[in-house]
């Protein structure tokens, strides 16, 4: 059997290393000039390597990204990270909780005991309730998945302070929308493994794990600066078609963003199939990088400030003291900041005002500091996945009705996040082996 695989994020790549493992030949297409889709690191000259998308992995919460990273021996060189934050109100009042631990919110003193005992009684009912065991699964989270949005079941049952300034605060970091437009299976799955969560990172940036993927991989097999074009159908073959030429293969699998997908396949999809995958809302979505040569703030409390309050519409959703998370990612003591915004304000905003106001919150955040040595802009018109109300079922009925030997895989058939991408990259491998398997 030889398969192409088409698009080299996480999902590829995990794809990847799976069908390395099983000896199928196979070859790996990736548009951008290398590897890691929204996991790229961005390596500068002056000695800062910056993560272009994602930060941090979730342990417990991540199975199948941790099973792989132990299975290539990989695990110890995670990079540890407690996620010392934040809470900086609307009138600048501090309050310290982490990241990795929702019984450090319970303590926010704008919390009442009702709202303390609202939340406990929430959480313990959920242990009670059935749930995705891995929350980066689809076809699990599709099995709870139905019409509630998450704001509205997390002021019913956790209370409105409660949303403010414990779901409100986690969700933004997360992903940056209004929580009225995200479905609920996934955070319900969060709070109750929420005991599971250790956020570390490969101390080369997140992408390093696309590298470690790809270890065993003859590099002749990976096609960087090769998008893929048009597949068409020759006997019970796919063609793969790129710039310069194209291959004969027997089986697909497409990781790329699901809309690139649909249009790759959509000769070769129902009417019903090209809809539902076209249904994935994506978000546009902008971080910055802020860096100073001298750290401005050597001994600052916490890693990071998540602005909070009920003041409506906030510009930023979290600030990353990136040095602190990953030392090996800054030249020596020098800093650097990720500013992480909110999808809402960004319509209305240019790039030089994205810019200048991530440095002003900065500044409010941390303290006034000099003026920064850079100010890196990523800005992408399709960032993440959203998965709106209805979403998981939707796109988990997709794989039934794809043509025979193509897998789709990517974070858009669960929740934005690496998890999701390599758990659906290996087990798009997976299916092709078991149905190979079936075939003798
Ligand atoms: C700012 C930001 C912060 C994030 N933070 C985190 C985090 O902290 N933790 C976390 O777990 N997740 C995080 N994520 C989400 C995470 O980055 C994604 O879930 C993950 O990258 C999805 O992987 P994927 O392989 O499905 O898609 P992608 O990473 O998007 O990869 C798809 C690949 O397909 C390629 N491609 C597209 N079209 C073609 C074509 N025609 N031919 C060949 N190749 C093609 C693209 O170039 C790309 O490389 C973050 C994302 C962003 C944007």
């Not at 996934?186 to 990172?201: D, E, R, T, V």
């Not at 005002?353 to 000099?370: C, H, P």
Request: proline share 6%; hydrophobic share 40%; charged share 25%.
């Amino acid at each position: 059997m030889k398969v192409a695989i088409i698009g080299g994020g996480p999902a590829g790549c995990a794809a990847a290393y799976t069908l390395q493992k099983n000896n199928i030949d196979f070859e790996l297409f990736e548009a951008a000039d290398e590897v890691g889709g929204r996991t790229k690191q961005l390596h500068r000259d002056d000695g800062y390597n910056l993560g272009t998308g994602a930060l941090f992995l979730m342990g417990g919460i991540y199975p199948r990204t941790m099973a792989l990273l132990r299975e290539m021996g990989r695990k110890k060189q995670l990079v540890p990270w407690t996620g010392a934050s934040e809470l900086m109100d609307d009138d600048r009042s501090r309050y310290p909780v982490r990241l990795d631990s929702f019984l450090s919110f319970i303590k926010v003193p704008t919390l009442g005991l009702r709202d303390k005992l609202r939340i406990i009684g929430t959480g313990l009912r959920l242990f009670f309730t059935p749930s995705a065991r891995n929350p980066f699964d689809g076809s699990q989270l599709a099995r709870y998945d139905g019409d509630e949005n998450l704001e509205d079941w997390s002021r019913a049952n956790l209370g409105d302070k409660a949303f403010e300034y414990v779901m409100r605060p986690i969700m933004d970091f997360l992903y940056a929308v209004p929580l009225r437009e995200l479905s609920t299976p996934f955070p319900k799955a969060l709070m109750k493994q929420g005991h599971k969560i250790a956020l570390s990172s490969p101390e080369g940036g997140i992408g390093q794990i696309n590298e470690w993927f790809l270890d065993n991989v003859s590099p002749d097999r990976i096609h960087v600066s090769t998008p893929v074009e048009g597949l068409t159908r020759e006997d019970q073959k796919w063609r793969v078609s790129y710039s310069g030429g194209s291959i004969l293969v027997d089986s697909l699998i497409i990781a790329t963003e699901a809309f690139i997908a649909a249009n790759l396949l959509k000769a070769h999809l129902s009417e019903d199939a090209y809809s539902r995958l076209m249904s994935t809302h994506y978000t546009e979505y902008a971080h910055v990088v802020v860096g100073y040569d001298e750290d401005p703030w050597p001994d600052y409390p916490s890693d990071i400030v998540l602005p909070v309050g009920e003041g409506g519409v906030r510009n930023v959703g979290a600030m990353v003291l990136h040095g602190r998370r990953l030392p090996a990612s800054v030249p020596n003591r020098a800093q650097m900041v990720g500013v992480y915004f909110n999808t809402p304000p960004l319509k209305d905003m240019s790039d030089d005002d994205i810019k200048e106001e991530a440095v002003k919150q900065v500044n409010a955040a941390f303290g006034q500091a000099q003026k920064p040595s850079f100010v890196h802009l990523f800005r992408y018109k399709k960032g993440l996945t959203i998965a709106k109300p209805g979403h998981y079922e939707i796109l988990n009925k997709v794989h039934s009705l794809l043509p025979k030997g193509v897998e789709l895989a990517g974070d858009y058939f669960s929740q934005a996040g690496v998890e999701a991408a390599v758990h659906s990259g290996e087990k798009a491998a997976k299916n092709l082996l078991r149905y190979r398997a079936q075939e003798f």
